[in-house]
């Protein structure tokens, strides 16, 4: 049932609430916020909301009007890190204009909703279900520094391969194999286990959590399926968590996708399906891996605009260090059924009518999740709309390892981006599937694309102490 503003307020006083905390998200996917003493929370500033500047949130806003952030009732949460009682929540932008308040559109959260109501205009489904897993690493400690005299970074952590012969304390796991291991291996587990239970607190029912690959203290929390929008809150939230999890119990947490050279990289899969009144749309007994011709089309559209969403789904310079082969990252542009080596995998213990789906393997956390969501939404409409047949174009199903590949055999296959530089090339030349309906605006993709061309030519003017060990000496 939703919540109104009278929710609000006998919240704050049954909870004996002090504080109202407004997160709000900027370009980049991250949350910013604006604190208030509860007693001046009234019913009026859940439709008057709370004035802000978007420009100052990386968003190219060409009107001339004031923005207000317009709280919603329903992320009402009791935040878990704060000492002083504290009521957080999260809404939408809206630009004022009378006689009534506009969405600011390109605000992430007014786009997967915009997303998800052009999904229900097209008829093809009412719902979308996703599921991203998150990775992570935690460290002991971590330090960087980027000076014209010294640059570089250093990190730990207590269980790493590397330290077995000075403080693992008998608990170091080998290199690349700390895949489930358990106690006394895996140190971390009692804070993760609390940040699952604050994970539930939130709203947001947990899978499981567990060790992943890299022996560097790599970890996965994996919640359920969830309507798209609501995960798209949900993601931001289970990274709050994360991160202020970690603090508490010492250590520092990260999802960039790959922070410890020679190890596995952090992901950030995105299982989906859609339903259309209550009925799977994807499944069909007599289909490849028992998918419909619809989920095909879904896939054929994600394969085909695979390079632009790489803009959006992995839009760091660090992302495209974890798409490299030999990692079980995705690097080849494809699908098939349990194969971790194409973009799109059909997980085969999805067996079930209502959850059979697919897995879109590129995206990593560092994606502002409101765009991505959005963003591979569209892009499998489009494929739906177009009828683009993922076989017929040559994307698969590819059911073996395509690492195992001749050299012949790999030069057959596409790849995905190798440079974050050439994933904006790509969405500059192919984002007619994202402005489709008016999601996506185009002012705000194009300055998605200034800002990440000037981010990644500052990063590429930085010299790496790799290239010392290189060049130095030459």
Known sequence: ?????????????????????????????????????????????????????????????????????????????????????????????????????????????????????YMKDTGIADTMLILPEFEFYLFDNVGWEVKPESNGVHLDAVQAHWNSDTEGFGCVVPKQKAYHVAKPFDVSFECR??????????????????????????????????????MADGTMMI????????????????LMPKPVMGEAGSGM?????????????????????????????????????IAALCAITNPSTNSFKRLVPGFE???????????RSAVIRIPAYAKSPKMRRFELRNPDATCNPYFAYAAILMAGLDGVKNKIDPHANGWGPYDMNLFNLSDEE????????????????????????????????????DNFIKTKRAEVAALNAIPTPAEFEKYYNL
Do not use: W
Not at 207 to 225: M, R
Not at 273 to 291: C, R, W
Not at 425 to 443: C, H, I, M, R, S
């Open 1 to 117: 049932m939703s919540k109104s503003a009278k929710d609000i307020i006998a919240m704050i006083e049954e909870q004996e609430i002090a504080m109202v905390d407004f997160k709000m998200v900027d370009i980049n996917g991250q949350f910013r916020h604006v604190t208030i003493p509860a007693a001046n929370f009234t019913e009026d500033m859940m439709t008057d909301g709370v004035g802000f500047d978007a420009s100052n949130y990386g968003y190219a806003v060409i009107e001339k009007s004031d923005m207000v952030f317009i709280p919603d009732p329903d992320t009402a949460m009791i935040d878990p890190f704060c000492d002083i009682p504290t009521l957080s929540m999260t809404g939408n932008a809206m630009i004022i204009d009378y006689p009534e308040n506009r969405p600011l559109k390109q605000y992430p959260r007014n786009i997967v909703l915009a997303a998800e109501q």
């Open 193 to 230: 286990s609390e940040m699952c239970m604050e994970i539930e607190k939130a709203g947001i029912p947990v899978k499981y959590h567990h060790p992943e690959v890299g022996a560097a203290g790599q970890f996965e929390i994996e919640p359920k399926l969830m309507q798209m929008s609501k």
């Open 329 to 339: 990252a995705p690097v080849t542009v494809g699908y098939a059924t349990s194969n």
């Open 410 to 445: 790999k030069k057959k296959l596409k790849g995905l981006p190798t440079s974050l530089g050439e994933a904006l090339d790509a969405l500059a030349a192919d984002n007619d599937f994202l402005t489709a309906g008016d999601v996506f605006p185009k002012e705000l993709l």
């Open 269 to 305: 899969h995105v299982h989906m399906l859609l339903l259309k009144d209550g009925e799977p749309v994807f499944s069909d007994d007599n289909g490849y891996s028992h998918l419909s011709e619809t989920a095909h089309y879904f896939m054929g559209g994600l394969l085909k605009h």
């Open 239 to 254: 990274k709050y968590i994360i991160h202020n999890m970690a603090l508490k119990y010492g250590l520092s947490a990260t």
